[in-house]
């Protein structure tokens, strides 16, 4: 009795173990210096797209202003700085060189509108429940090693435009 316990106890803990080591790297916070990501995520492919969409939720924890200026991962050609907006009820992206960290401020990157990760010539489509590993390099010197969870559009930050800001993917 005492030796089937003692089994199912260390099962129960190497499976929990596990699960964590399965969920961290979406759940947990990922820091450089006083850069913090608090949600690392990803949209699925729509079918026959060559591109994905990374969405962030980055804070600066410190006194000065950082930004960020260039992104890789090794599931694509190459990763850009991205920023969209409406004009003329028409939708536009662009590629801009960086994306500022403001101090004190979050960034909040949400499907539809603000700033963005593009992923450019996917090498194959990004699927619910796979994770995609990228690097961020900050202006201050500092590098997040991420892994953005793929996530249902319903599940990555909602289409609405956040409270007190112009646009999505401001900063408060």
């Known amino acids: 009795m005492n030796l089937r316990k003692s089994t199912l106890s260390r099962w129960l803990a190497a499976s929990t173990a596990a699960l964590m080591l399965a969920i961290a790297p979406a759940a947990m916070a990922q820091r450089a210096g006083d850069i913090e990501v608090t949600q690392a995520q990803a949209l699925p492919s729509i079918p026959g797209a060559r591109n994905g969409g990374g969405f962030l939720t980055i804070v600066n924890h410190g006194n000065a202003d950082d930004k960020i200026v260039s992104a ?3 599931v694509c050609g190459h ?3 991205h920023t969209m907006r409406m004009e003329n009820n028409i939708m536009r992206m662009r590629e801009v060189g960086e994306i500022p960290l403001p101090a ?3 960034l909040r990157m949400q499907p539809g509108s603000g700033y ?3 992923f450019m010539d996917l090498k194959e489509p990004l699927k619910v429940g796979a994770t995609v590993p990228v690097t961020v390099k900050l202006a201050g010197g500092g590098q997040l090693q991420l892994q ?3 996530e249902p559009r319903d599940k990555i930050a909602g289409d ?3 409270p007190g800001m112009g646009m999505q993917g401001g900063m408060h």
Do not use: D, F, N, R
């Open 104 to 106: 004190g401020k979050t």
């Open 160 to 162: 609405s435009a956040m």
């Open 79 to 81: 990763v850009e700085l």
């Open 72 to 74: 890789a991962s090794p």
């Open 116 to 118: 963005h990760l593009m």
């Open 148 to 150: 953005l969870k793929v």
